[in-house]
């Protein structure tokens, strides 16, 4: 158990910051994703809303990426979005 550097401080703190940024992002994300839904049940309630449904979860999967690290290479997000989608 070593000491805690200023770097590894200003290191949670960026974490931190991400993570609050991301809960922003979902939470918008979610309330664009209700109004959707809620507008569909009315104007296509027989209709297959698959599409809507999986760009849903291609931005749920991009914020995911963007909450691990920001420095995150593009072949990385790749493989994760491949991994989980």
Sequence with gaps: MGKRTARD???DDDAE???AQCRGT????NAQFAQWVAERAVASPFVSWAKGC???LKHL???KVRRV???VSLEMRCA???AHG
């Design 9 to 11: 401080d200003g290191d």
């Design 17 to 19: 910051a991400r993570q």
């Design 26 to 29: 979902m939470k918008a994300l």
């Design 54 to 56: 999986e760009d849903y």
């Design 61 to 63: 999967n991009g914020i």
């Design 69 to 71: 690290s920001p420095s």
């Design 80 to 82: 994760v979005k491949h």
